[in-house]
């Protein structure tokens, strides 16, 4: 059984730093991509960051450059989402999703992950 479990949201205030964790199972880490989304209510899915696991590339949205990074722990089947310089604006559920890391086009469309998890609560106070 496939699994994506998010840890590490929570409150915190503007300018603080949050650290989340993916956490995988039931598919072959090393050859799948894994990315964070968030979703804001009212507004649709965007994606965040993306790292590939059988190269170790990363990519960012424009928004979160210089502020986030994603590392993955390969022994661990574990993704993680470093935030730094918090905004208010960052505040949404965060979802980290899988897909086979081959021919990454549409890297932010949420349709193109075969797996998500049930995402964790970033609420960023001003």
């Known amino acids: 059984e496939v699994q994506l479990v998010e840890s590490g949201g929570e409150l915190v205030q503007a300018g603080g730093s949050l650290r989340l964790s993916c956490a995988a199972s039931?598919?072959?880490?090393?050859?799948?991509?894994i990315a964070w989304f968030r979703q804001a209510p009212g507004k649709e899915r965007e994606g965040v960051s993306c790292i590939s696991n059988d190269d170790g590339s990363t990519y960012y949205a424009d928004s979160v450059k210089g502020r986030f990074t994603i590392s993955s722990d390969n022994a661990k089947n574990t993704v993680y989402l470093e935030m730094n310089s918090l905004k208010p604006e960052d505040t949404a559920v965060y979802y980290c999703a899988a897909r086979y890391s081959v021919l990454l086009l549409n890297l932010w469309v949420p349709s193109e992950y075969e797996y998500w998890g049930q995402g964790t609560q970033v609420t960023v106070s001003s």
């Open positions: 039931g598919f072959t880490f090393d050859y799948y991509a």
